[in-house]
C-alpha cells in the first residue's frame, strides 16, 4: 500500500471555518490516514507533496451536472463520447465528485471508477422521471408520439435519459428500474422547466400520489428523491409527499421556505443558471420558427430569472441547508467558462462560508440519505480528515476567506483524486 506526505498544509476540513495551519496529511492507499501538526519525518513515504503553506481543502463537488447532455445531437453514442470529455474536463477544474441530476452515465461511470477514463465520482440518479407533457417529456414536436409503452419515434426520449411515467404503477416501475441500474437518488420532475417546450413553468407535474410513490418507492431501497421544481406550489407538493432534495427553487416564497424549515433532511441547490452571463443568440439568423422556439424559452427564464432574489432572501430568512450545483450541461466549452465562476455568484447570495461548505462539508450530509445506496462507502466524500477519500486540492488563496479564489482555475495548484495527483502546479 503506498503512502504519501502533504506537508506544510494549511488544511481545511469541510465542516468548520477553521484553518488547521502547519498540518501534515498522511495518506494510505485512497485514504487519508491521519491529519498531524507540526513537523513530521518523512522516512517511509512512497511520495511527498510540499503544500507550500497553502490552503489544502476537500475536492470540489458540484451537485447538479448531466453529464450525458453535451449536445450530441441525437444519437446515444456520439453523447456518450462527448461526455468522456465532459466529465475529464469537470475533473480538471477540481471536482472531483458530481451529482448527475439525470443523464445515461452508467458506462462513464463504471469506466471512470474501473480506472479506464479520467474523470469525478459519479453519484448517479441514471434516467429522471416525467409524467407526459412534463419537463423531462423531450419531443422535438408534437409529431412524436408513443409507439408502445417505452417505445418511442423520438430519439431523445428512446435513449433511455428520461422515464416517462404516468399514475402510482409506472412511476413505481420507474424508480425501480432506475435503482436497478445503480441509481444512488432518484430524480423527478416535479414542475415546469424552461428547456422544454410544452410545460410552462407554472405548471405542477406529478400528483401528491405520484410523487410519493417515488418517495416510498425509493425509501425502501436506502435513498431519496431529488425534484425539479421553481415554483412554490410545486416545492409544497413535493416537501409534503417526502423529497429531500429541491433542485432550482428560483420562485420560492415565504410560505415554502417556511415549510421546508420545518422538516428534516431537507437540502437545496439554488444554482444561479438563470443569472450568470450567458452569449446572446442570434435570433434574426434562425428560420421563423426555431425562433419563435428560442424566444419562448428566453421568456421562460427571465421569468425564473425574476424570482430569484427573492428566492435567495427565503433561503437566508430561514438558514435552509444548501449544496453548490451548475446544472452543468450542453455545451462543453460554455460549461468550462462558468461551472467554477458559479462560486462567485454563490458568494453573492450566501457568502463565503456558506458557498464554501455547499461544495464540501454539506454535501457529505447530503450523500448520507444514500445510506446504502452510496456507491463510495469505503471513505468520506466533501471532507478532509481521517478516513476520507484522498480527493483534495491545494489552493493559492484561502477560500474560506474569499470563496472566489476558487472561480480562477489558475489558483487550484494540485488536484488529486484517490490519492492519484491530475494536476500539480506548485513550485
Known sequence: MSRILIKNANVFDGRTPEIKENSNIVIEGNLVKEII???????????????????????????????????????????????????????????????????VVYGLKKNIDNGYLDGPRIFPSNAYISQTSGHGDNRESRAAYRITDGIYSSPSLQDRGTSIADGVPEVLRAVRENLFLGASQIKIMAGG????????????????????????????????????????????????????????????????????????DIW?????????????????????????????????????????????????????????????????????????EDFIYFKKRFGNWKALKAATGNVHELFKLSTYQN???????????????????IIDGNPVEDVAVLADRNNIKLIMKDAKVYKNELV
Open 268 to 340: 437545496i441547490m439554488p444554482g444561479p443558471q438563470f443569472s450568470r452571463k450567458r452569449p446572446e443568440p442570434d435570433l434574426a439568423s434562425l428560420p421563423p420558427e426555431e425562433r419563435e422556439r428560442l424566444v419562448k424559452l428566453l421568456k421562460k427564464g427571465e421569468f425564473v430569472r425574476a424570482g430569484e432574489e427573492k428566492a435567495t432572501e427565503t433561503i437566508n430568512k430561514y438558514d435552509l441547508n444548501i449544496v453548490f450545483g451548475t446544472d452543468s450541461f450542453g455545451d462543453p466549452e460554455l460549461v468550462d467558462r462558468y461551472q467554477l
Open 375 to 393: 456507491p463510495y462507502p469505503e471513505g468520506k466524500i466533501g471532507v478532509l480528515e481521517e478516513g476520507s477519500f484522498a480527493d483534495l486540492l
Open 37 to 103: 501538526g507540526g513537523q513530521l519525518s518523512e522516512e517511509g513515504f512512497d511520495q511527498v507533496i510540499d503544500a507550500g503553506n497553502k490552503v489544502v481543502i476537500p475536492g470540489l463537488t458540484d451537485a447538479h451536472v448531466h453529464l450525458s447532455h453535451t449536445n450530441g445531437g441525437p444519437r446515444p453514442d456520439e453523447s456518450a463520447v462527448r461526455s468522456v470529455r465532459f466529465a475529464k474536463d469537470m475533473l480538471l477544474r477540481g471536482f472531483t465528485t458530481v451529482r448527475d441530476a439525470g443523464g
Open 193 to 264: 422547466g424552461c428547456s422544454s417546450k410544452y410545460d410552462p413553468i407554472e405548471t405542477v407535474q406529478f400528483t401528491f400520489e405520484e410523487m410519493k410513490a417515488a418517495v416510498d418507492a425509493a425509501a425502501d431501497f436506502g435513498t431519496y428523491v431529488m425534484a425539479h421544481l421553481y415554483t412554490s406550489k410545486a416545492i409544497q407538493r413535493a416537501a409534503k409527499a417526502g423529497v429531500k432534495s429541491f433542485e432550482h427553487t428560483n420562485l420560492m416564497d415565504d410560505e415554502a421556505g417556511k415549510l421546508l424549515s420545518t422538516l428534516p
